[in-house]
């Protein structure tokens, strides 16, 4: 059982950065792709970045990003990172990372727990 383990949540202040790990228990596949996704309190899930695991990965960037993120990974380390910078109280949510064993595929295999970030005003 692939397991996913975010860490590096935490409460900020607007205008701060964190950044964020998302470790696979196990390396992901060459046709994977490793996403985060956010949910604030009362909203739907949103898509907030993700890439590839294949040799020449591709990035993708949802809305939420507005260029103020940006992914990176350690294939060694199996993880995946999301720093974000120029933090807004509205990017307060849980993120999760999740991982599709096709990076076609429209539903994911596995998720974590989420880590909570919080930006105050």
């Known amino acids: 059982q692939v397991q996913l383990v975010e860490s590096g949540g935490g409460l900020v202040q607007a205008g701060d950065s964190l950044t964020l790990a998302c470790v696979v228990s196990e390396p992901p596949s060459t046709t994977s792709a490793v996403d985060w996704f956010r949910q604030a309190p009362g909203k739907a899930r949103e898509f907030v970045a993700g890439l590839t695991w294949s040799q020449n990965s591709v990035e993708n960037y949802g809305d939420p990003s507005q260029e103020r993120f940006t992914l990176s990974r350690n294939i060694s380390k199996n993880t995946v990172y999301l720093q974000m910078n120029r933090l807004k109280p509205e990017d307060t949510a849980v993120y999760y990372c999740?991982?599709?064993?096709?990076?076609?595929?429209?539903?994911?295999?596995?998720w974590g727990q989420g880590t909570q970030v919080t930006v105050s005003a």
């Open positions: 999740a991982l599709k064993t096709f990076w076609y595929a429209r539903d994911y295999n596995y």
